[in-house]
C-alpha cells in the first residue's frame, strides 16, 4: 500500500484539506475540508487532487443560478402563478402517472420491504390523504383506485 499524500492546508478551488478524516471502501484517503462559502464536507484525496470536487456544492448552486437568470424564457416565467398549478386538480402529477421506479405496475402502489407490506399512496392538495399498510396488493391496489375516483371525479 503507497504512503498517504499529506494535503493538511492545500487548498483545491474552494476547498482548504484540514485533516485525514478515515478512508473511503475504495482505499483512498478522505479529508475534512472547510470550503470557503463556511460548510464543510468530507472529500476523498484523489477527487480533491485531480480538480473533480471544487467546493462542497456552492459552486454548482451559483452556476444553476446564473445559468437560470441567463435563460430570457425561464425568466419571463418567474413569478406567473400558471407555473405552480401541476394538475386541474392540484394533484401531484407524481400521483398520476407511473415513474420508470414503478415495480408494482399500479401507480400509487409499492412494496415496503421493512415492514413487509403493501402501501397505497395518495397526495391531495399538499397532503397525503391515503398513506396505508396492507397485507395483499389486491387490497392496496383497490384502496388506491377508491381514493382516485373519489378525488378526482369529484372534482371536476
Given at each position: 500500500m503507497?504512503a498517504?499524500?499529506d494535503?493538511?492546508?492545500?487548498?483545491?478551488?474552494?476547498?482548504?484539506?484540514?485533516?485525514?478524516?478515515?478512508?473511503?471502501?475504495?482505499?483512498?484517503?478522505l479529508w475534512?475540508?472547510q470550503c470557503?462559502?463556511?460548510?464543510?464536507?468530507?472529500v476523498?484525496?484523489?477527487?480533491?487532487r485531480?480538480?473533480k470536487?471544487?467546493?462542497?456544492?456552492?459552486?454548482?448552486?451559483?452556476?444553476?443560478r446564473r445559468?437560470?437568470f441567463?435563460n430570457?424564457?425561464?425568466?419571463s416565467?418567474?413569478?406567473?402563478?400558471?407555473?405552480?398549478?401541476?394538475?386541474?386538480?392540484?394533484t401531484?402529477?407524481?400521483?398520476?402517472?407511473?415513474?420508470?421506479?414503478?415495480?408494482?405496475g399500479?401507480?400509487?402502489?409499492?412494496?415496503d420491504k421493512?415492514?413487509?407490506?403493501?402501501?397505497?399512496h395518495?397526495?391531495?392538495?399538499?397532503?397525503?390523504?391515503?398513506?396505508?399498510?396492507?397485507?395483499?396488493?389486491?387490497?392496496?391496489?383497490?384502496?388506491?383506485?377508491?381514493?382516485?375516483?373519489?378525488?378526482?371525479?369529484?372534482?371536476?
Open positions: 503507497a498517504a499524500i494535503i493538511t492546508g492545500q487548498h483545491f478551488g474552494r476547498l482548504t484539506a484540514m485533516y485525514r478524516a478515515g478512508r473511503a471502501k475504495n482505499g483512498n484517503a475534512f475540508c470557503s462559502c463556511g460548510r464543510t464536507c468530507v476523498d484525496s484523489y477527487v480533491l485531480h480538480g470536487t471544487r467546493s462542497c456544492g456552492c459552486l454548482a448552486a451559483e452556476q444553476s445559468n437560470i441567463n430570457p424564457e425561464v425568466v416565467r418567474m413569478g406567473d402563478p400558471r407555473n405552480l398549478k401541476i394538475h386541474d386538480h392540484h401531484d402529477v407524481s400521483s398520476l402517472k407511473k415513474s420508470k421506479r414503478n415495480t408494482s399500479v401507480v400509487g402502489v409499492s412494496y421493512q415492514s413487509h407490506s403493501w402501501v397505497a395518495f397526495y391531495f392538495k399538499g397532503h397525503y390523504v391515503l398513506n396505508k399498510h396492507f397485507d395483499h396488493f389486491e387490497d392496496a391496489v383497490r384502496a388506491r383506485h377508491a381514493i382516485e375516483q373519489q378525488y378526482l371525479l369529484h372534482q371536476e
